[in-house]
Nanobody
Framework: QVQLVESGGGLVQPGGSLRLSCAASGTFLGINYMGWYRRVPGNQRELVATIHSDGYINMVDSVKGRFIISKDNAKNMVHLQMNTLKPEDTAVYYC??????????????WGQGTQVTVSS
């Protein structure tokens, strides 16, 4: 079993910055990718950014130039540096990971979510 633990959410004023982190723990062979989704109440969960084991990054256009996703392979962590935050970035942010288990099967995991609120 793999657990994803997120940290770093909170309240910030427009134009401010926050850094989200997510750590994967458990027993597994490897991680294909990790990333972040977000959900606004009443809306579907949307992709924010993912980073693959080879460094490939997929990012939604609305955050390009403002958010930076990075990973720490040694610690099985992914970070999301969010700059120039806007009120429309307000959402619950979820960490996700595509993991290869010790049985060599791929499974997808989600974190519990962390609230990000951008408001003056």
């Amino acid at each position: 079993q793999v657990q994803l633990v997120e940290s770093g959410g909170g309240l910030v004023q427009p134009g401010g910055s926050l850094r989200l982190s997510c750590a994967a723990s458990g027993t597994f062979l490897g991680i294909n990718y990790m990333g972040w989704y977000r959900r606004v109440p009443g809306n579907q969960r949307e992709l924010v950014a993912t980073i693959h084991s080879d460094g490939y990054i997929n990012m939604v256009d609305s955050v390009k130039g403002r958010f930076i996703i990075s990973k720490d392979n040694a610690k099985n962590m992914v970070h999301l540096q969010m700059n120039t935050l806007k009120p429309e970035d307000t959402a619950v942010y979820y960490c996700d990971a595509d993991v290869v288990g010790i049985d060599r099967r791929r499974r997808h995991y989600w974190g519990q979510g962390t609230q990000v609120t951008v408001s003056s």
